[in-house]
C-alpha cells in the first residue's frame, strides 16, 4: 500500500485518541512512529499490522477499525489531499460510485504501483441498488462498507448498507446492497 | 498510411476539444468550447477577441493577417478581466477563413481548476492535466511528509545520541562494507584510543585494536568475528590495557546488513561474584571452626564419661566457642545492616570527639595489666556529627586490635590530631601500637572480611572488625588509614571532617585544633 494509506490510519488514531496512543499503536505493530511518505510504495503487512494494534489499542474487532477507517478516508483523508478530484466523481453516492472506476483510472496514472479495487452497481429501483467490490486484497470489505458510508455522508444521503454476500468459492466479489432511507418527520 | 484525417463535428468536436475558441476573418468570437463559457461566463458569441483576451503569442496580433504568419507556432491568450486564465495551444487557419484556436487552459495547481469553477469532467479524457496536477498535490504532499519525516528523524537521532553518549557500554557500529559507522564516548575510554583514529576503521582494523588490549597470551583469536559468529551468546574478554577490564561483547546483525557490537564492561560485577563467592567460603570455613570444636567436645561428653576438671575444661571451651560463633553471627549481621541502609539509620549528631575516645577507651584500661593506654586528645570544644553508638563500635574494635596484635604488652598511644579533609578542617583519631605489625601484603587485604593477620589462630577474633571499622567510618564521611610494619606495630588513622561553624561559637574548629594538645594522660 502506499504511505497515503498508512498516514491516514495515523491520522485516523490521532484525532481519536491522540499521539501516545498512536505511539502505542506502533510499538505493538512493530513499525517506527516516525511516518509514512504519501507517494512511497510499502509492504501490505504493515497495513495489516497497524489495523491490528489500532483494534487493539482500541478495543474494537479489527472490522470496526476498517470501516471506522473507511468512513475517515472519504470525510478527511481523501477530502483533504484529492478534493477536486473527488467533487468530479458526481453530486449523488448513486453517480459517485458509477464513476469511480473511471476515477481509479487516473489514480492509477499517478501512483502506478497502485493495485485498485473494481466497483461495478446495478441498479435494482430509484435509491436502491447493489454493488460489487472486487480486489486482489482480501478482507477489506469493512473498510468498503464504511466507504460507501462516509460518501453518503459527504452528499448529505440517509443510507443503509448491507453486506448481502462475502467473497469466498463460488462467489469472487464482495456484494452490497444500498438503499436509500426515507426520513420520516413526527407531526 | 495514407488514409485521410477523420473529422470530428458537433458533440465529438467538444469532446475533444472543451475549451476552443472558434473566431471568424474579423477575429469575432463564432463559439467558444463549454468548459471555456463555463470558466469565462462573459464570453459571448460576436465578441471582439481582444475584449476578452490579451494576445501574448502572437504578441500584438490584431488582424487575420498576424496570425497568418504566425503560422502554427504556440499562441498564448490571458484572459481579460478578474478571472485569471492563461490559455496555451494552436492555431489553424480554416478553409472559409475562420481561425480556430485548439488551446487549454495553463493550470499550475488543483486549486486553479477550483478558481475557475471546473471539474476533472470538464477535461477532455486525452487531456492528462488533471492526472499531472494530482500527481503534482501527491508530489507536494509526499515532500511535506518528507520534510515532517526527517524532523521526526533528526529528533530521534539526537535522542539517540544523547543515550548513547549517557551509556557506560561501549557501541560499535559498522555499514555494510565493513567500515564503523558511529562508536561512542564509552567505547573510545574503554579502549583508550582517540576518537578520530577509529574514524573509517574496518572491523579487522577495530578488531586487531582490541586484540591489542588483551594480555600477551590472548591475543590470537579475533573477538568480533568470533563475537558475531556467537552473536546469541555474549563473548567475555579481559583487556589488560588501558586498564585492567572484563568486557562482555553481544552483537547483533542489522536488517540491511550491517553488524553492531555492544561492549559492556562487567569488570566490577565479576569482581562482586568473585568477592560473594570467596566470602561464602571463607564465612563457611570461619564458622565451622568453632563449630566442630563445639560438636566435638559435646559429643565427647555425651558420650565418654569424663572427670569434674575435664568436664568444666571442656564445657569452657564450648561456651568460649559458642560466644565466637555468636560475635561472628552479629557482626556478619551489623555488616550486612550497615551495607543495606547505606547510613540511613545513622543517628548523627554533634560529639566531642574526645569524650567518644575516652568511652571507648575505658573497658581496654584494665583489661591486660600488660598493656599502657597512653591519651592525648585535642580541645574539647572540637565536635564532629557522629553516631556515638557506631562510632564507639569502631574505636573500639581498633583499640581491641591494637592490644590483641600486641601479646608482648607496650603502649597503646590514642590521640587525636587536627588534619584537613577534602579542604575541610577534619580531626583524625590515632592509634598506635607496637604490636606484630603488618607486612605489605598483609596489609593490603587488611579491609577484607575475615582477614586475620594471624593465621595460626593464637589471636582470638572474627576477621570481620576492621571491615566494620572502614564501613562506619566511611559513611560517615570519614576516612581510614592503616600504616604498619612488621615487628614495629600498627598504626590506624579515623579522620572525619569537623562539624561545620554556623556561627554559634561551636565551631572555631580551625584555630582551637591547632592549639596544644589539651588532654594527655596515661592509663595503666
Given at each position: 500500500m502506499y504511505g497515503l494509506v498508512n498516514r491516514a490510519i495515523e491520522q485516523l488514531v490521532v484525532s481519536l485518541k491522540g499521539e501516545p496512543a498512536w505511539r502505542r499503536v506502533c510499538q505493538r505493530a512493530n513499525v517506527q512512529a516516525d511516518g509514512f511518505v504519501a507517494m512511497c510504495p510499502y509492504h501490505d503487512d504493515v497495513t495489516y499490522r497497524l489495523v491490528g494494534a489500532v483494534s487493539e489499542e482500541m478495543s474494537m474487532a479489527p472490522e470496526a477499525v476498517l470501516e471506522a477507517f473507511g468512513e475517515y478516508w472519504i470525510l478527511y483523508t481523501a477530502e483533504e489531499g484529492y478534493g477536486e478530484l473527488m467533487e468530479s466523481g458526481g453530486s449523488t453516492l448513486r453517480e459517485f460510485i458509477g464513476n469511480l472506476n473511471d476515477m481509479h483510472g487516473r489514480v492509477e496514472t499517478v501512483f502506478p504501483q497502485m493495485r485498485l479495487p473494481q466497483f461495478d452497481v446495478q441498479d435494482i429501483a430509484p435509491g436502491h441498488y447493489r454493488v460489487a467490490y472486487s480486489s486482489e486484497r482480501e478482507g477489506l470489505a469493512p473498510m468498503v462498507r464504511g466507504l460507501l458510508k462516509g460518501l453518503a455522508q459527504r452528499f448529505g444521503e440517509k443510507v443503509e448498507v448491507r453486506l448481502l454476500h462475502a467473497r469466498g468459492k463460488g462467489c469472487p466479489v464482495d456484494l452490497f446492497e444500498v438503499q436509500h432511507v426515507e426520513e420520516t418527520v413526527a407531526a | 498510411m495514407n488514409a485521410e484525417a477523420p473529422g470530428l463535428e458537433g458533440a465529438r468536436f467538444e469532446r475533444a476539444f472543451p475549451f476552443h475558441l472558434w473566431l471568424d476573418g474579423a477575429l469575432r468570437l463564432r463559439r467558444a468550447g463549454s468548459a471555456l463559457r463555463k470558466a469565462l461566463p462573459a464570453l459571448v458569441e460576436g465578441m471582439a477577441l481582444g475584449d476578452a483576451f490579451d494576445v501574448a503569442r502572437p504578441r500584438g496580433a490584431a488582424r487575420l493577417s498576424d496570425w497568418q504568419r504566425h503560422g502554427t507556432a504556440?499562441?498564448?491568450?490571458?484572459?481579460?478581466?478578474?478571472?485569471?486564465?492563461?490559455?496555451?495551444?494552436?492555431?489553424?487557419?480554416?478553409?472559409?477563413?475562420?481561425?480556430?484556436?485548439?488551446?487549454?487552459?495553463v493550470l499550475t495547481s488543483l486549486d486553479d481548476v477550483r478558481a475557475l469553477g471546473l471539474t476533472f469532467n470538464d477535461f477532455a479524457r486525452h487531456d492528462a492535466a488533471g492526472e499531472l496536477l494530482l500527481a503534482a498535490r501527491t508530489t507536494q504532499m509526499s515532500a511535506r511528509d518528507s520534510e515532517r519525516l526527517a524532523e521526526r528523524l533528526q529528533t530521534r537521532t539526537e535522542l539517540l545520541n544523547s543515550i548513547l553518549e549517557l551509556s557506560h557500554s561501549g557501541v560499535l557500529a559498522f555499514g555494510t562494507d565493513g567500515v564503523l559507522q558511529h562508536c561512542n564516548a564509552a567505547l573510545v575510554r574503554m579502549l583508550g584510543v582517540r576518537a578520530d583514529r577509529l574514524a573509517g576503521a574496518s572491523l579487522s582494523e577495530v578488531d586487531a585494536l582490541i586484540r591489542r588490549r588483551l594480555p600477551q597470551a590472548a591475543r590470537g583469536d579475533r573477538v568480533l568475528v568470533a563475537a558475531q559468529a556467537e552473536a546469541a551468546v555474549a563473548q567475555r574478554l579481559v583487556l589488560s590495557r588501558p586498564r585492567h577490564a572484563v568486557i562482555e561483547i553481544s552483537s547483533r546483525q542489522r536488517d540491511e546488513g550491517g553488524q553492531v557490537f555492544y561492549l559492556r564492561d562487567v569488570t566490577r560485577e565479576t569482581e562482586v561474584e568473585r568477592m560473594k563467592s570467596e566470602f561464602l567460603t571463607t564465612a563457611a570455613h570461619e564458622l565451622r571452626t568453632p563449630m566442630v570444636s563445639v560438636h566435638g567436645f559435646t559429643e565427647l561428653?555425651?558420650?565418654?564419661?569424663?572427670?569434674?576438671?575435664?568436664?568444666?575444661?571442656?564445657?569452657?571451651?564450648?561456651?568460649?566457642?559458642?560466644?565466637?560463633?555468636?560475635?561472628?553471627?552479629?557482626?556478619?549481621?551489623?555488616?550486612?545492616?550497615?551495607?543495606?541502609?547505606?547510613?540511613?539509620?545513622?543517628?548523627?549528631?554533634?560529639?566531642?570527639?574526645?569524650?567518644?575516645?575516652?568511652?571507648?577507651?575505658?573497658?581496654?584500661?584494665?583489661?591486660?595489666g600488660r598493656h599502657a593506654i597512653r591519651l592525648a586528645l585535642a580541645p574539647e570544644d572540637a565536635t564532629v556529627l557522629l553516631d556515638p553508638d557506631k562510632t564507639h563500635r569502631a574505636l573500639a574494635n581498633v583499640l581491641s586490635n591494637a592490644i590483641k596484635y600486641s601479646p608482648q604488652g607496650g603502649t597503646v598511644e590514642v590521640s587525636t590530631v587536627p588534619t584537613a579533609l577534602a579542604g575541610r578542617p577534619a580531626l583524625t583519631v590515632r592509634v598506635r601500637d607496637e604490636g606484630i605489625g603488618m607486612t605489605t601484603g598483609q596489609l593490603a587485604r587488611v579491609f577484607e572480611r575475615f582477614y586475620r593477620a594471624d593465621p595460626s589462630g593464637n589471636i582470638p577474633g572474627t576477621g570481620l572488625g576492621m571491615s566494620l571499622v572502614k564501613e562506619i567510618t566511611e559513611l560517615q564521611g570519614g576516612t581510614v588509614q592503616v600504616t604498619s610494619r612488621p615487628g614495629r606495630g600498627t598504626t590506624v588513622d579515623l579522620t572525619w571532617p569537623l562539624q561545620r561553624d554556623d556561627g554559634d561559637g561551636a565551631g572555631g574548629a580551625d584555630t582551637t585544633c591547632h592549639a596544644a594538645l589539651a588532654d594527655a594522660a596515661v592509663y595503666q
Open positions: - | 504556440l499562441c498564448t491568450l490571458r484572459a481579460r478581466g478578474e478571472v485569471r486564465l492563461t490559455l496555451r495551444g494552436n492555431a489553424e487557419l480554416l478553409d472559409d477563413g475562420s481561425l480556430l484556436l485548439l488551446v487549454s487552459p561428653l555425651l558420650n565418654r564419661p569424663v572427670g569434674e576438671a575435664k568436664r568444666r575444661d571442656m564445657l569452657e571451651t564450648i561456651h568460649r566457642q559458642s560466644s565466637l560463633l555468636i560475635h561472628m553471627v552479629n557482626e556478619l549481621l551489623d555488616l550486612a545492616r550497615i551495607e543495606a541502609r547505606q547510613g540511613s539509620d545513622l543517628q548523627r549528631v554533634p560529639c566531642r570527639l574526645d569524650a567518644l575516645v575516652r568511652d571507648a577507651v575505658a573497658p581496654f584500661a584494665d583489661a591486660t
